[in-house]
């Protein structure tokens, strides 16, 4: 894709625009950018240990100045997804409170006892007793879907371990592989899509990870920008079976390719 061409963005945030609690250099200055010159964006996260309302007074405190409608979570996508593709309102799952409460919002019943689907997701309150049950769920052959398929989640103090971790610990002990509903899935592209307003054809995926962010943007038919502020180094290129559209160190470099 021709880089002139892009006029819309869909932006990851973790390891792309902020580190745990501190922004990435020029971040705030990126997005304000966006907004003078009406370039249409959406931040789009794999992270769902949060809400949309979280994410934004996250940012406000970067000083990012969005609304919710700024921004599309895959714990939102996965909500969605479970009620509107899926027979399943009753569920098991390993995730945040807040995940929770987002998945009862949508209509959604946590159930332990007897679940219709397994469901996982970033979890920094997981415990050995829910990976337990988890574990005897999936063996006794429940539907299993995660919210992202990340490894990591990478902050300010180094990298800890992500939904992908616990979902590669639970296929060690059952040899069950969940549905993902974040990236790479391009149906969690065309959710963002509709969202925006936007043609694939000319927006932009903007994120810093290979195997979610880049891989989602060559499913969905965008183009893909990599920055290396987060999970991906420049070494790691060289490995990559496909190779991003464009490379940048930062939003700070697009930002200034942009102008």
């Keep these: 894709m021709d880089f ?3 006029n819309a963005f869909l932006l990851d945030m973790d390891g792309t625009v902020y580190l745990g609690a501190r922004p990435i250099s020029g971040a705030a200055a990126f997005v304000a950018y966006l907004q003078r010159s009406d370039r249409p964006f959406l931040f789009l996260t794999n992270n769902p240990s949060s809400d949309a309302a979280y994410y934004c007074d996250k940012l406000k405190a970067m000083g990012i100045h969005v609304t919710v409608n700024h921004i599309l979570t895959a714990g939102e996508a996965t909500a969605a997804y479970l009620m509107a593709e899926t ?6 799952v390993l995730g945040t409170p807040c995940f929770e409460e987002e998945l009862r919002r949508a209509g959604l019943t946590l159930d332990a006892k007897n679940p219709e689907a397994v469901v996982i997701s970033f979890d920094k309150t997981l415990t050995y007793e829910k990976l337990e ?3 005897l ?22 990298c800890i371990p992500d939904c992908g971790a616990i979902a590669a610990l639970l296929e060690s002990a059952t040899a069950r592989t969940p549905r993902f509903i974040g990236k790479p899935s391009p149906d969690f592209a065309r959710m963002a899509l509709r969202k925006l307003n936007a043609q694939a054809a000319r927006t932009a995926m903007v ?10 943007a060559r499913q969905a038919g965008l183009a893909s920008i990599l920055v290396l502020s987060g999970e991906t180094k420049h070494s790691d290129l060289g490995n990559a079976p496909q190779q991003p559209d464009f490379v940048f160190d930062s939003v700070a470099e697009l930002h200034k390719a942009l102008q």
């Design 207 to 216: 994120g810093d990870r290979l195997y979610t962010d880049m891989e989602m």
């Design 137 to 158: 769920l999936l063996h006794a052959g429940l539907p299993y879907i995660a919210t992202n398929p990340d490894k990591v989640c990478p902050t300010e103090y180094g």
């Design 4 to 6: 002139e061409s892009i």
């Design 87 to 92: 027979p399943y309102r009753n569920v098991y």
């Design 133 to 135: 049950r988890a574990c």
